[in-house]
């Protein structure tokens, strides 16, 4: 048990997978493997599960529940999941400024004048609404206190027109409370405190060096 725990920590800070690798049974896989394997194939599983079930939601439905931005918190969600960027509140919230910026954007900028991909050239009132929703993204979460980077892609998406309709906006918002569902139901069986809502003030990040 010592050896098993002196593996896992090859790497900095504490390991949430050894106690669900311990429950499944699966731990001898540190045995045979170095722990950064072993960590990348938590990750791979976990983002192919839930990434994989929103696409079959997506192809039944049919709505975007599948989009780019979703691909780095879905990351994030299983790599780092103790960091504050990564809690409920701070996805869910940012997603949402994203999505709330990013459209505002793109109606007040005219951007949806043509459909995405039909200008051949420069088309200047999209370069502004790109523009305008990142950093009108940005400086909301810094405001409001809920940064989570994968909005910034959210919120482009949506100002450069790739998907802009009102619906498909819903549905994006829809699909970020259906991955952090996941996430918590995850990391909660793998032994992790990942928060219900908010990260608190004593929770570090995986990758953070403890004092």
Request: charged content about 10%; glycine content about 8%.
């Amino acid at each position: 048990m010592r050896k098993l725990d002196s593996i896992a920590q090859e790497r900095t800070g504490p390991d949430h997978i050894l106690p669900l690798l311990r429950r499944l049974r699966l731990d001898w896989l540190l045995h045979h493997f170095p722990p950064r394997f072993v960590r990348s194939l938590y990750v791979f599983v976990n983002g192919f599960v839930t990434i994989g079930l929103l696409a079959l939601l997506a192809l039944l439905s049919p709505n975007p529940f599948v989009f780019p931005s979703l691909g780095p918190t879905a990351y994030l969600l299983f790599f780092s999941p103790l960091a504050k960027t990564c809690s409920p509140r701070n996805t869910i919230f940012g997603h949402a400024i994203g999505i709330i910026c990013g459209y505002g954007a793109f109606v007040v900028t005219g951007a949806g004048a043509l459909p995405f991909g039909v200008h051949p050239g420069i088309f200047w009132p999209r370069i502004l609404a790109a523009a305008l929703s990142l950093s009108a993204t940005g400086a909301l979460m810094v405001l409001l206190g809920v940064s989570h980077p994968p909005a910034g892609a959210t919120t482009l998406i949506i100002s450069l027109g790739i998907i802009s309709k009102p619906r498909e906006l819903v549905i994006i918002e829809v699909a970020v409370f259906l991955l952090v569902a996941q996430a918590l139901v995850i990391n909660r069986l793998a032994g992790l405190p990942y928060p219900l809502w908010n990260a608190t003030a004593s929770i570090k990040p995986l990758d953070e060096d403890p004092d």
